[in-house]
């Protein structure tokens, strides 16, 4: 008679099938929670978007958008996010690089940094641009003198919007790079590659689905950015006004129809967002968990 000489089973496995075994119900339950929160906060204001957008029909929608104003709005959005988004991206690679790569005095200070903009209410941001740039600051002569807008203009956008937006890519650079590591970067400096090269031909490939992620994120707020914007744009009607400021606008004048296919178009670019970093996610799984184990 053969005798089991299987290890008994621990009692930290025991513990760990016994949470993890949870009754059909008990998963039913969770599954169907999970999913009445998604429909309640994320479906159902998303649906209700798009259907008051289209309640007169697409005529309507179209003659919002064909508005001199609106147009403008979305053109300015546009911009600062095409402005916004390449300053934060490199930034971003560059802090996390030092970060993540090198010792240095401050370190731990330049990381809370980054976080700044997470604790900051977007208000209080551009409150501070007005005191640095207004009329009555100590840099306000000087910009006048010369001719030189940043309030209420493109520039004072832009500031804005690379504030609250800075920490997306560095946020997610940093554990990818402090996860992989500096030793492939120290196998081609001892091969006799500059920094340079090291840069361009080990560390960019190794973080390229991280970056492309925290890109994706930081022009998504760079888009739906609202309250740094509004006070440092002045809502100059056609000339100031990003997306968010005038579908506040149009909402407040009782212009739903148009407030709606405003807010239809920069959730359509939210979701586009979104769909293209599923994509990549699926189409690039295997080689994005390469990566992140390497």
Not at 85 to 113: D, H, Q
């Amino acid at each position: 008679m053969a005798l089991d000489t299987s290890p008994a089973p621990s009692a930290s496995s025991k513990l760990v099938k016994a949470a993890t075994s949870e009754t059909r119900i008990a998963r039913l339950t969770l599954i169907m929670v999970a999913l009445g929160f998604v429909a309640l906060f994320l479906l159902l204001p998303l649906a209700t978007v798009f259907i008051e957008a289209f309640r007169k029909g697409p005529a309507e929608f179209a003659t919002a958008l064909r508005d001199p104003e609106t147009f403008s709005a979305i053109r300015l959005t546009l911009i600062v996010a095409a402005i916004s988004v390449p300053l934060n991206l490199v930034f971003g690679v560059a802090a996390a690089w030092a970060i993540a790569k090198f010792e240095f005095k401050g370190k731990a200070f330049l990381t809370t940094l980054i976080d700044l903009p997470f604790s900051v209410s977007p208000v209080i941001s551009g409150l501070v641009f007005v005191l640095i740039f207004g009329a009555n600051s100590a840099l306000g002569p000087f910009l006048q003198k010369y001719g030189i807008h940043i309030l209420f203009a493109v520039p004072g956008l832009v500031l804005a919007t690379v504030f609250v937006t800075f920490p997306f890519v560095a946020r997610e650079l940093i554990p990818l790079m402090q996860e992989q590591g500096t030793s492939d970067e120290e196998a081609a400096l001892s091969l006799g590659a500059t920094g340079w090269q090291t840069f361009w031909h080990v560390t960019l490939p190794n973080i390229k689905w991280g970056l492309l992620y925290g890109v994706l994120l930081c022009n998504a707020r760079a888009m739906g950015e609202f309250g740094a914007v509004s006070v440092v744009s002045g809502h100059i009607r056609g000339q100031t006004n990003t997306m968010p400021l005038q579908v506040e606008i149009l909402y407040n004048e009782y212009n739903f129809v148009a407030a709606f296919a405003v807010a239809a178009v920069l959730a359509l670019l939210a979701l586009v967002t979104l769909v293209l970093k599923t994509a990549l996610e699926l189409r690039y799984s295997d080689e994005i968990a390469a990566s992140r184990r390497h």
